[in-house]
């Protein structure tokens, strides 16, 4: 994983999976349910990034919540690990197993139940993939309250078990708003529903927000209930470029509080900062005016170097193609370090300088992110992978953002890259009774191990 860290060791308490276990799981998921071509299962086993990989003889692919509830309540009983699994584009190592696991695929269950036209309000099963949950809703006049560059392979499901923030944040909120209700397996079996769609509900704890963002740890999710809001007729989207970072905030505050909240054409010359702005209304030209007297006034006033604002949809679109690209332009290099923090807007650029100095020329640091929600994403570019650059980033980035009281995961989760890292942002207290909260729901410890929680916290005698 491109550390130094000991790796770590299966938990032998866990059963090795035997050909009676495989005859049980075809016996409920039929031969196609069940696979074990060492390709298809391959493919599986690793990552979105190719960084981290597993060693799982078996995919699974129910394709109902009671194929779901018997395949866990015979893992549970046999003590078989078990990985979640959505659109495995996750970039944190939740979504495929350390050693052995069993991985289960959600992709088979991928309908939509239904759909309420007055209220915005979409049901479907938790393997439907985002980019199509999107063009059903926008048929019908509404829009997903997320959207992110893995759209056309990540699931609702996923989505919700890693808390994805994403493109539109900043204006919809985090799915722990959106999300009304959920259908949830526990690790036992259990059928926990909870998928009403009601917009109030307070009878007792919520506990469907256990599940938004426990990575797979506490439960599968199987359907879901979500608020879209309503798609707004116009869509502007501006292009502009900086050359300082304090413009960049200056410029990103103005324009939340004026205007709500590879391809041409694009700003000619190069600059140090590019900040995309995508504004949505109801009146087309209005809107319009109000971005471009914002782009004016920016350029005025030294904020904006140059900018763009797009012309129609497909240059909005291109503009979008190129934020939502870095990602994957980023694995190409080689071997990428991925952090993903919440700071202080006013620090948030800091680090990155700071980084840059660390490395020195060993590695190229970018930094880009979520400007308006704080959220930094921070990746450090080599050829290769190599301890004594990972010795320059680690733990100083992590220092660093508790330092600032920051989080060192903002919206991708903790996964297997920063389980034992949790301390740095939540206290001890917080830490054991989340463990406390894990032993309750899978006492066997057999949904995603390994992962979101350190070790010591889970067996203290393993710390
Ligand atoms: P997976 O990667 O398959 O799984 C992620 C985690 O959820 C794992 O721990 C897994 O065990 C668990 N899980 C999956 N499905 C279920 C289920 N049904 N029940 C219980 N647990 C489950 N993330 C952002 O937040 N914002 C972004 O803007 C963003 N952009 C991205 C762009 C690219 C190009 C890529 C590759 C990734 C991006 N991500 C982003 C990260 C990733 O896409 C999200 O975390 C996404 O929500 C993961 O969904 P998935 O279906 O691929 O889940
Ligand atoms: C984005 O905002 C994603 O593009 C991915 O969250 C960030 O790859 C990354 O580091
Ligand atoms: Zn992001």
Redesign the pocket.
């Known amino acids: 994983f491109g550390s130094a860290a000991e790796p770590i060791q299966r938990n032998p308490d866990y059963s090795v999976l035997n050909s009676d276990d495989v005859s049980y799981f075809k016996s409920i998921l039929g031969d196609n349910g069940v696979v074990q071509d060492k390709d298809r299962v391959a493919v599986a086993n690793v990552?979105?990034m190719g960084k981290y990989k597993g060693a799982s003889q078996l995919l699974l692919l129910p394709k109902s919540t009671n194929e779901v509830s018997k395949v866990l309540a015979y893992c549970d009983s046999r003590r078989l690990a078990v990985?979640?699994?959505?659109?495995?584009?996750?970039?944190?190592g939740?979504?495929v197993p350390v050693h052995d696991e069993v991985i289960v695929?959600?992709g088979g269950m991928d309908k939509i139940i239904s759909f309420d036209n007055v209220n915005g309000i979409l049901t479907c099963e938790?393997?439907c993939v985002l980019e199509n949950l999107s063009t059903f809703v926008e048929n019908e006049g509404f829009i997903m309250p997320l959207d992110?560059?893995?759209k056309g392979?990540?699931?609702?499901?996923?989505?919700?078990?890693?808390?994805?923030?994403?493109?539109r944040f900043i204006r919809y909120g985090s799915l722990h708003g959106n999300v009304l209700g959920l259908e949830?397996v526990l690790a036992n079996g259990t059928v926990l529903d909870m998928l009403t769609t009601l917009r109030k509900d307070n009878t007792g704890y919520d506990l469907k927000h256990l599940?938004v963002g426990?990575?797979?740890?506490l439960?599968?999710?199987?359907k879901v209930s979500i608020l879209t809001p309503a798609k707004l007729p116009s869509t502007n989207v501006a292009f502009l470029s900086c050359n300082d970072y304090m413009s960049c905030q200056l410029g990103g505050a103005w324009a939340m509080t004026h205007l709500e909240g590879v391809h041409n054409p694009l700003p000619v010359s190069p600059y140090k900062f590019y900040v995309l702005i995508e504004t949505t209304g109801s009146d087309e030209s209005y809107d319009k005016a109000k971005l471009e007297a914002f782009l004016l006034r920016s350029m005025e006033d030294g904020l904006v170097a140059d900018g763009v604002i797009a012309q129609d949809i497909s240059q909005a679109s291109n503009f979008w193609r190129i934020r939502?690209g870095i990602?994957?332009a980023s694995v190409k290099v080689g071997a990428v370090y991925k952090y993903d923090l919440s700071i202080p807007v006013e620090k948030l650029y800091d680090i990155v300088e700071e980084m840059r100095s660390r490395v020195g020329d060993t590695a190229e640091v970018l930094g880009y992110g979520?400007l308006g929600d704080g959220n930094l994403h921070l990746n450090i570019l080599s050829s290769k992978y190599s301890d004594n650059i990972l010795a320059q980033i680690e733990p100083f980035v992590y220092e660093w953002t508790a330092g600032h009281r920051g989080s060192i995961s903002a919206?991708?989760?903790l996964?297997l890259m920063k389980a034992e890292k949790i301390h740095y942002s939540k206290s001890p207290e917080a830490v054991q009774l989340m463990a406390s909260i894990k032993k309750l729901m899978d006492p066997n410890s057999i949904l995603?191990p390994y992962?979101?929680l350190p070790r010591s916290a889970l067996s203290p005698e393993q710390g």
């Open positions: 990552d979105w990985v979640p699994q959505g659109g495995n584009t996750g970039l944190v939740g979504s695929n959600l938790a393997g992110l560059g893995a392979s990540c699931q609702i499901g996923g989505n919700i078990s890693t808390n994805a923030g994403g493109l949830v599940f426990s990575e797979g740890s439960g599968i999710v199987t939502e990602s994957e979520h919206e991708h989760g996964g995603n992962k979101v």
